[in-house]
């Protein structure tokens, strides 16, 4: 290619202000003098023209393909039904039919899901994938997709190209899918008392009405028939303190897209609004006010606190009656209102008679309906007034062999002890012998069969059981001087983590459950963890379910004693439910509700308005009879840029300079010729008409 190019030597002010003043001079002259000065003003073009420093150029182009950009849409609606098959059917035609056009240069952006809950962003993408493409050079852009898509731009002036936008769509216009949708959802509840869940089945293409089954912490609590379309409500009892899980789903409709948005997961966090504590002491001791202090400390704990100051070895016939100025409410404590506490204590008691039988037989009761008992035991245990002699040997851990061994030992940790959530990772309890000082009592006792000591003392004699009564609970300390912690002998110990803890899995803290199922999403894009709590020293391997019905196997591997952990990262977005014997956990990765399961329909409207303002158009490829309908492909220089089954690109002719060749006019012997012979021609014309 030929072009002139011009280079100044002087700047283009100076060069028009010369031009100028040529010019005048041009008109005086020829006024002056006639058609001769002709000659002049030809000799000051000529200069004025050096000045400008002309060229000609020759370029040596190449030219180079025009790019079209597929987009590919994979994100999570993107999956449903034969989308995915029809996706990969489309892009390889594509792929087949753009190779045979010679000058298109095609470009696959392949789109996941957003993050967070942003949705499908294929607009984004594709302006960070063109980034490197300039404008000129994009013939075209087509989408393969199901119309959801998140960043549509307001208007074409908002595009950051100039090309026909073709939008091919998956999916079918006669979808299928029902889903539940929370209208009103607590996510906090007093434990015992009920909350009311609203909700709402909504669906298209279905029959009117569903089957909705309401499941709490996995076991279901409710089935019943309603209305689609219409909000129902769902009144159910918050169990237990922490997580109650509860689960609603709605029956699957014959091909439907989805089931993963059937199902709503709500976790109902159980408070306790106090936890009541009955902490009844025996004969004054150094280890009363450990007690008092570390339930006093905790605002969430009522505590009521009665103390047996006379001691039993004291017979003067006084009336029990008289013994207290207020008097022991025994009746209303024992037979009342027993089953309004969350714990009882007894702490250094012995049967004195203050208790008759028939309340001991409450208190066994009581415990098997669900309620906590602990026992702090102290000499009198071992004595023939012990509580092991009453009712409650019944429901108590171990019973006492009649030694009280009197000197100094370290409390250390059972191997049952390090697995169990209530001793494991006690501060100290990671040296050998423990980091902390000694207690200098011990009551002998023999464990019941199938109670298994957490921590053990002198001889490795039991220190403390734990066991399960029915549905209730009992520990069984057997040494008064947990105190000796609380006061720093010999730098004390672990004694607030060790006494709450132990309360705190009597009251059924789901956090120190023996046998539990974990799961929580980390954060860090979708990968999860996972923990399994187990007093065994193998655990299954935990079944993972995904929000479409997809399970894997996920092995776990020992991370600390007792706590087997697995990590993986979730390749969908939604509720994933995980399965380990008969304990089940949920987790959500992504948003509750995500955008992508809201709305599954695919849809070919969204995206009309801008692909027509382009000159492009809209269609769907996915076919009734399970084919694909991909149009043809062409490039159209002029005129329309789609057809019933075709769609085509525009061209833009761009071309690489592989070459430039630069031939100056106004410099070397050539331009001094020619300047010379005008300067001689303008001598020789004056000079013979001066002669004349």
Do not use: C
Request: charged letters at 25%; glycine letters at 8%; aromatic letters at 4%.
């Amino acid at each position: 290619m030929l072009s002139v190019s011009l280079s100044p030597l002087v700047p283009i002010p100076v060069l028009w202000a010369l031009a100028g003043l040529v010019a005048v001079m041009a008109a005086l002259a020829l006024a002056a003098r006639g058609p001769v000065a002709l000659l002049r003003v030809l000799v000051l073009a000529l200069v004025l023209a050096a000045l400008t420093n002309p060229s000609l150029v020759q370029e040596e182009r190449e030219p180079v393909r025009d790019v079209v950009a597929v987009v590919v849409d994979r994100s999570g609606s993107q999956g449903l039904g034969d989308r995915p098959e029809t996706t990969e059917r489309v892009k390889a035609e594509l792929q087949r039919r753009l190779g045979t056009l010679a000058e298109i240069e095609p470009r696959f952006v392949e789109v996941p899901e957003a993050g967070g809950d942003e949705g499908t962003r294929l607009f984004t993408a594709l302006s960070n994938a063109l980034s490197d493409v300039p404008p000129d050079r994009l013939a075209g852009v087509v989408m393969l997709t199901d119309g959801v898509v998140h960043d549509i731009p307001a208007g074409v002036a908002a595009l950051s190209f100039k090309a026909p936008l073709h939008v091919l769509v998956t999916g079918h216009p006669d979808e299928r899918d029902r889903q539940i949708r929370l209208i009103e959802a607590p996510r906090f509840g007093i434990v015992g008392r009920d909350q009311t869940v609203r909700a709402e089945v909504m669906e298209r293409g279905g029959t009117g009405s569903a089957v909705v089954t309401v499941r709490r912490d996995g076991e279901e609590v409710v089935r019943q028939v309603v209305r689609t379309g219409r909000p129902f409500s769902l009144t159910l009892r918050v169990e237990h303190g922490g997580p109650n899980v509860v689960e609603i789903e709605a029956e699957a409709l014959p091909g439907e897209l989805t089931t993963a948005n059937n199902r709503a997961v709500l976790p109902i966090e159980g408070i306790r609004e106090k936890l009541r504590v009955l902490l009844v002491s025996g004969e004054p001791h150094a280890g009363e006010r450990t007690w008092r202090n570390l339930l006093k400390s905790d605002a969430n704990v009522d505590l009521v606190h009665f103390t047996i100051l006379r001691p039993p070895e004291k017979q003067d016939g006084t009336p029990i009656s008289e013994l207290s100025l207020i008097a022991f409410p025994t009746r209303e404590l024992f037979q009342q209102k027993i089953k309004d506490f969350d714990l009882i204590i007894f702490d250094r008691y012995a049967n004195q008679s203050v208790l008759p039988s028939s309340y001991f037989d409450n208190i066994v009761r009581y415990v098997r309906e669900g309620g906590a008992l602990l026992i702090a035991a102290g000499p009198e245990f071992a004595s023939a007034s012990s509580l092991a002699r009453t009712r409650l040997a019944a429901i108590l851990p171990g019973e006492p062999n009649g030694r009280v061994v009197e000197r100094p030992y370290k409390a250390a940790l059972t191997g049952s002890g390090q697995r169990h959530p209530v001793t494991r990772d006690l501060p100290g309890s990671e040296a050998s012998p423990p980091a902390w000082g000694d207690w200098l009592r011990l009551i002998g006792a023999e464990v019941r069969p199938g109670v298994t000591p957490i921590m053990a003392g002198a001889d490795a004699m039991p220190l403390l059981a734990l066991s399960r009564e029915e549905k209730g609970r009992v520990a069984l300390l057997l040494s008064d001087h947990a105190w000796l912690w609380a006061r720093g002998y010999q730098e004390g110990g672990p004694h607030l983590d060790l006494l709450r803890r132990l309360a705190h899995w009597l009251m059924k803290e789901p956090a120190l459950e023996e046998e539990a199922l974990r799961a929580v999403a980390t954060g860090h894009g979708r990968e999860v963890r996972v923990e399994r709590q187990t007093m065994a020293d193998a655990t299954d391997p935990v079944t993972v379910t995904t929000p479409t019905g997809r399970s894997r196997t996920l092995a776990l591997d020992p991370d600390r004693p007792g706590l087997f952990a697995a990590t993986f990262e979730a390749q969908e977005l939604g509720l994933h439910t995980l399965r380990s014997g008969n304990l089940v956990a949920f987790v959500s990765v992504g948003p509750a509700n995500p955008r992508e399961l809201v709305d599954v329909f695919s849809d070919t409207e969204r995206l009309r308005p801008v692909a027509e303002a382009t000159g492009g158009s809209v269609r769907r490829v996915a076919e009734a009879n399970g084919g694909v309908a991909v149009p043809r492909l062409q490039v159209a220089r002029s005129g329309r840029l789609a057809g019933a089954d075709w769609i085509g690109f525009r061209p833009s002719d761009s071309a690489v300079v592989r070459g430039v060749s630069v031939y100056p006019l106004a410099l070397g012997l050539a331009a001094l010729a020619a300047l010379a012979a005008a300067v001689l021609a303008m001598w020789l014309v004056e000079g013979r008409r001066g002669r004349a």
